[in-house]
Every structure is written in structure tokens, then in C-alpha cells.
């Protein structure tokens, strides 16, 4: 799977036996093994690891510019 990683982060396997080191700024394959795991998809729905559409330069870069979400506590979360 293509990615986009906005984060540095370490994707372990669903055993628990492997692992796969995805730095900041990492734009590339990740193994698909990876790809399977709950843990990578949160990390996907919380906007740490993005899904560029394709390997074009516009799409790499739309990923890259992709709003991220908000921690909680963060006072520009948009808490009123």
C-alpha cells in the first residue's frame, strides 16, 4: 500500500512477531501485512497516515496537505 506518513510510527504485525518503521515525512510501500491492522487504520482515520489517491506529485501533495485531526485538550480544537 501506497502512504503518506505525517508521523514517525512502528507498525507491528497482527502477532506481534514483525515489525515496520514508517519515519515522518515517509511517502512509499508499506507491506500489506501492515496494512491490515486495526492499529493502522486508526492511525489512517486520526489523519497520521494518509492514502494518496495515486503516486502523481498533485496527489502525494494533496496528502500532504491534508487537514489533520485535533488532539483533545488542544485549546485550537475548536472548544467554545
Known amino acids: 500500500m501506497f502512504v503518506y506518513s505525517h508521523v514517525n ?3 507491528p504485525d497482527l502477532a506481534g512477531s514483525r515489525r515496520f518503521m514508517v519515519q515522518r515525512d515517509y ?3 508499506i507491506p500489506d501485512w501492515a496494512a ?3 492499529y493502522f487504520q486508526e ?3 486520526d489523519g497520521k497516515i494518509s492514502l494518496p ?3 502523481s506529485d498533485k496527489a502525494i501533495a494533496d ?3 491534508a ?3 485535533k488532539k483533545k485538550g488542544d ?3 475548536g472548544a467554545v
Open 27 to 29: 511517502i512509499g510501500e
Open 53 to 55: 489517491k495515486s503516486r
Open 36 to 38: 491490515e491492522t486495526e
Open 67 to 69: 487537514p489533520k485531526r
Open 63 to 65: 496528502a500532504e496537505a
Open 43 to 45: 492511525l489512517v482515520r
Open 9 to 11: 510510527v512502528l507498525l
Open 75 to 77: 485549546p485550537d480544537a
